[in-house]
């Protein structure tokens, strides 16, 4: 099969099949969660109102502002590399990764003040699945980084395919708090 036709076919998505079933197999997992932190807060809803209000808006606000600039940097990264400009490719790649990293300061400056007011796990419903779904989010975003740094320490023999793979895996991240961010912080 050309390299044309494999662009053309559903069986190459950008970064290759496999790392699309990892992704929807991802989503899959994050949906489900937030599904079932819903069906648990029409049960609660009070409760669930109070605990959510101890939220701060400005770390979710900003980490949302953090994880979608970094996901325009990557996004230009691809774009560099098609274009064989590795320094520019180099560049946005830094800038996705400081962004990343931005978003896991902020998110463990945020971890740690729930915990010193004893803001846990085991603190309601609602902080069981606050802390089970960022967590497992903030998880992917420590893999997703490293993968980033991976790519970047390999920027001028990486190939588009596995940039790409690295790219959508990135996204999944931007894409999953995209989502998370409203359910947890937003929706009354």
């Keep these: 099969m050309s390299d044309i036709e494999k662009e053309k076919s559903i069986f190459y998505p950008p970064g290759g099949i496999l790392i699309w079933i990892i ?79 931005c978003f896991l300061f902020l998110k463990g400056f945020e971890y740690n003040e729930k915990l010193n007011i004893g803001q846990t796990i085991h603190s309601g419903d609602f902080f069981s699945f606050y802390w089970l779904l960022t967590g497992f989010h903030f998880v992917h975003v420590i893999a997703g980084t490293a993968i980033l740094s991976f790519i970047f320490l390999y920027r001028r023999t990486i190939s588009l395919e596995n ?17 998370l961010f409203p359910v947890l912080y937003l929706i009354r």
Excluded: P
């Design 23 to 101: 992704i929807l197999v991802e989503i899959a997992t994050f949906f489900m969660g937030i599904g079932a932190l819903l069906h648990e807060k029409r049960k609660a809803l009070e409760e669930f109102y109070k605990m959510q209000s101890s939220l701060h808006l400005d770390y979710g606000l900003w980490n949302t502002i953090f994880l979608i600039t970094s996901g325009f940097f990557m996004a230009l990264a691809v774009n560099f590399h098609k274009d064989n400009q590795t320094s520019a490719l180099g560049y946005s790649l830094v800038a996705a990764i400081l962004f990343g990293l």
């Design 163 to 179: 940039l790409e793979a690295g790219a959508s895996f990135w996204h999944m991240c931007d894409l999953i708090w995209v989502v």
